[in-house]
């Protein structure tokens, strides 16, 4: 196995030299860039090696390391001992501590930390399509999917299903909202259920928690207080409130 890494970069290293630098590598090796096989600039497609910390135009494939790092568009599997980040990417991510993503993910994120997006100047445009679960947060700008994680999950605009050990915080939402303790969205669409407190500017479906409110509600509350503030009115019931 010793015998044959050193030979593919003996191989890489001599086309390198003798052919100029190429567009497109089968395989790249990289220990801290700008120390790496070929430039940052060359695309990858194949295998990626990254000791410490790698950096590429485009990868497609398999990377792996301690921080893989893609410029613009990854595609297959990303292992990362504490970090993946991309433009937008497509497959698996997986890191020990963070995958950070800018222009949407498509595929599954797994991360020790948290799975995060990373350029405000592409949000509009971009949609996270799939599953994210991490130990702590999530945070996706338009998701389709399920986020799960132990302490919240953040979106703009979802439509899915939200699992958190302790609070869920939406704009826009439609499908199914669970959490330890709180459930926070402004038009909300389906069912929040949270061990404390439930609340919703506009809300069409059930609120199930302990405190229940919305500001306009078309649907069913229940819980130990329920409130709906419409205009300049408030209906505060125990156990059951509803509005149609």
């Not at 997006?117 to 599953?131: A, H, I, K, Q, Y």
């Not at 229940?212 to 505060?236: E, F, P, R, W, Y």
């Amino acid at each position: 196995m010793k015998k044959t890494l050193i030979g593919l970069i003996v191989c890489l290293l001599s086309t390198a030299f003798c052919h100029g630098q190429p567009q497109v590598v089968p395989a790249q090796v990289s220990l801290l860039d700008p120390v790496q096989l070929f430039s940052d600039e060359v695309d990858v497609v194949g295998l990626r090696l990254n000791l410490l910390y790698g950096y590429n135009r485009n990868v497609s494939g398999i990377d792996v390391g301690l921080c893989n790092d893609v410029k613009k568009d990854f595609a297959g599997i990303g292992v990362g001992g504490f970090l993946n980040s991309s433009g937008e990417a497509a497959g698996i991510y997986l890191a020990g501590i963070c995958n950070l993503t800018g222009g949407g993910f498509s595929g599954l994120e797994i991360a020790g930390i948290m799975n995060l997006f990373s350029d405000e100047s592409v949000l509009e445009s971009s949609t996270w399509r799939g599953l994210q679960l991490s130990a702590v947060a999530n945070a996706s700008v338009v998701m389709r999917g399920i986020q799960v994680c132990g302490f919240g999950n953040m979106a703009d605009n979802m439509k899915g299903v939200e699992l958190a050990g302790i609070g869920n915080f939406v704009d826009t939402m439609t499908g199914l909202q669970v959490a330890g303790l709180v459930n926070l969205g402004w038009n909300v669409e389906g069912v929040q259920f949270a061990g404390l407190y439930n609340r919703a500017n506009q809300m069409r479906g059930l609120q199930l928690g302990l405190i229940n409110k919305a500001n306009q509600l078309h649907g069913v509350q229940i819980g130990l207080l329920n409130i709906i503030t419409k205009d300049l009115s408030i209906s505060a019931l125990p156990l059951v409130n509803a509005e149609f």
